[in-house]
């Protein structure tokens, strides 16, 4: 009897799955770490806290260059959580683990600088009139008169998004402060993103991708199937996410 009340317990483990970003570099790095650099100019914060998976498959490079390329992207805040698809023999204590099996989601394409006009694009730029400015910070919130397409992020951490129209599939919407979209919600919508708990998401029709408030989420797969096609509200309770049919 003592043996068993002393026996210490088991360590419990669980399995979990994450949404994370895959970056495919492609040689020359010096020419693909240039224009990873434009994408961060031009969308400021799109690698704040994503985790990230370096997917170096199929690419002639060695552990040296492998090492490199992980500091150089260390060197610009982007955090590699793990590498897929290099040979064992690459790696090592010095890098972040091999990830392997990820299951495949919609691509992301950032536009290029030439296409911003033409594509509709939604960025968030500060204003550069001192009034509209003082104006901005009183009142923290973006709306947008057009839809948010495929392939399109729009990052606006300072407070609420307003869209007056619908996300795309493969389209992401990512707000400090809570979302509206006034049409369907088919892409990936991030309430919340800078530690606002409160935040909401409401949408005139759910297809989402991925919901996330407070980096709480949900994917597709995980919504009740009764919500999905309604006018819905989501919010943050604790840890959980809720939802339910507006009206």
């Known amino acids: 009897m003592t043996e068993v009340l002393t026996q210490p317990r088991p360590i419990r483990l669980k399995g979990r799955s994450f949404l994370a970003l895959?970056?495919?570099?492609?040689?020359?790095?010096?020419?693909?770490?240039?224009?990873?650099?434009?994408?961060?100019a031009r969308?400021?914060?799109?690698?704040?806290?994503?985790?990230?998976?370096?997917?170096?498959?199929?690419?002639?490079?060695?552990?040296?260059?492998?090492?490199?390329?992980?500091?150089?992207?260390?060197?610009?805040?982007?955090?590699?959580?793990?590498?897929?698809?290099?040979?064992?023999?690459?790696?090592?204590?010095?890098?972040?683990p091999a990830m392997a099996d990820g299951r495949p989601a919609s691509d992301f394409e950032a536009p290029t600088a030439d296409e911003d006009d033409d594509a509709g694009v939604a960025e968030y730029a500060?204003?550069?009139?001192?009034a509209q400015a003082a104006n901005a910070k009183a009142t923290p919130s973006l709306v947008i008169t057009q839809p948010v397409r495929s392939g399109q992020s729009l990052f606006?951490?300072?407070?609420?998004?307003?869209?007056?129209?619908?996300v795309a599939s493969g389209a992401e919407v990512v707000a400090g402060g809570s979302i509206?979209?006034?049409?369907?919600?088919?892409?990936?919508?991030?309430?919340?993103?800078?530690?606002?708990?409160?935040?909401?998401?409401?949408?005139?029709k759910l297809e989402a991708e991925l919901i996330a408030i407070d980096g709480f989420y949900k994917t597709a797969e995980d919504l009740e199937p009764g919500l999905r096609g309604k006018a819905i509200q989501i919010w943050l309770e604790g840890d959980a996410l809720k939802a339910v049919p507006l009206g």
């Open 22 to 40: 895959a970056l495919t570099p492609e040689l020359p790095f010096e020419d693909w770490l240039a224009r990873l650099d434009d994408l961060a």
């Open 43 to 96: 969308s400021a914060g799109f690698f704040l806290r994503r985790p990230i998976v370096l997917d170096v498959g199929g690419l002639p490079i060695d552990r040296v260059q492998l090492r490199e390329l992980v500091h150089q992207l260390g060197t610009r805040n982007v955090r590699i959580m793990g590498i897929e698809g290099a040979q064992p023999s690459m790696l090592g204590s010095d890098l972040p």
């Open 126 to 130: 500060a204003p550069s009139d001192p």
């Open 156 to 166: 606006f951490p300072e407070g609420d998004v307003t869209i007056v129209g619908s």
């Open 180 to 204: 509206h979209v006034y049409g369907t919600l088919r892409g990936r919508a991030m309430a919340g993103t800078t530690g606002n708990a409160s935040a909401r998401i409401f949408c005139s």
